[in-house]
């Protein structure tokens, strides 16, 4: 379907251009939305007739879109959700949870703002796009934890999965050998493995040549 956009779209295209999209793209997003127009006579007509007045009011838009980005761009907002020891949510962070909890910070930004192309599903922090008006976009972090004291780490820069990780791989090597150095549970069994098979060869046929002979002079006497 060829449409005519009222305003930019990313990676289609500016306010006027004539686009052509997917049949369910343009009635599912771009058509209800009032993103854009079919691209038919009347239509043609009719954006040319009120062109001026809907680049004025985009324009307008544009302006206050960017006045409010002073008081989003940069904010970092804190989620606590349960998560296993992997760090998998027992559920997922979602446009609607980022956009409530930039509100609570005092940056009023609408659901739909909220560019996720998919939810969080693991803690960490993560890097959202807020896009304000076409032309106008932010950036925010979302520190999601288990805690606030883990998500004090995080904001410090803590690799708090990493940091877990250490933590349990010391746990299991402690089980394995308790009274082991630090390094010596996976030396041992590697220098036991090397060192048997060296005996065995070195004492085996050296006792069996000795032998032999011994037998066989008795035999001959």
Known sequence: ??????????????????????????????????????????????????????????????SDAEKSSKGVEGKTVQLIRQASNTGQLYGSVSARDIAEALDAAGAKVAKSQVVLDRPIKAIGMHEIKIALHPEVQVLVKVNVARSPEEADLQAQGVDVMAQMFERDTAAFTEAYDPNAEPGATAEAPAEAAAEAPAETAAEAPAETAAEAPAEGDGDQA
Not at 17 to 38: E, H, I, Q, S
Request: proline fraction near 2%; avoid cysteine.
């Open 1 to 62: 379907m060829e449409v005519i956009l009222l305003e930019r779209v990313e990676k289609l295209g500016a306010i006027g251009d004539v686009v052509k999209v997917k049949d369910g793209f343009a009635r599912n997003y771009l058509l209800p939305r009032k993103k854009a127009l079919r691209a038919n006579e009347a239509n043609r007509k009719v954006f040319e007739a009120n062109r001026a007045r809907i680049e004025e009011e985009n324009a307008n838009r544009r």
